[in-house]
């Protein structure tokens, strides 16, 4: 019982922290943002492919199979968003 205290009390001050730091970024910055975010959630597709990957029960490799799908979901849709953000950076006659 103690742990999962411990663990809501992190999830919800990283929650408070999360939204202030995003909510203070300038809108220049989000495209730099948004890779870093890209990066990290090719970490968590390493991740979840390691848990899916460790034959404990059906289970776990169920969980790690939706967040290997909802993880490569989050990357290939930040590196769209963010190839549609620099696109509309560049002048016209270069697209």
């Known amino acids: 019982m103690e ?6 009390t992190v999830f919800v001050l990283a929650t408070f922290v999360g939204f202030e730091i995003i909510h203070r970024v300038p809108p220049l910055l989000h495209t730099p943002l948004v890779s870093g975010t890209n990066a990290i959630s090719g970490i968590t597709v390493v991740g979840a ?8 029960d059906t289970i776990t490799a169920v969980l ?24 509309s950076f560049k002048k ?4």
Do not use: D, P
């Not at 742990?3 to 809501?8: D, E, G, P, S, W």
């Not at 492919?49 to 404990?56: E, W």
């Not at 016209?92 to 697209?95: L, P, T």
């Open 49 to 56: 492919i390691v848990t899916a990957g460790t034959g404990h």
């Open 64 to 87: 790690g199979f939706v967040a290997v799908a909802f993880a490569t979901i989050n990357v290939v849709g930040g590196y769209v968003v963010t190839h549609r953000m620099l696109k």
């Open 3 to 8: 742990t999962l205290v411990t663990a809501i």
């Open 92 to 95: 016209s006659r270069e697209r």
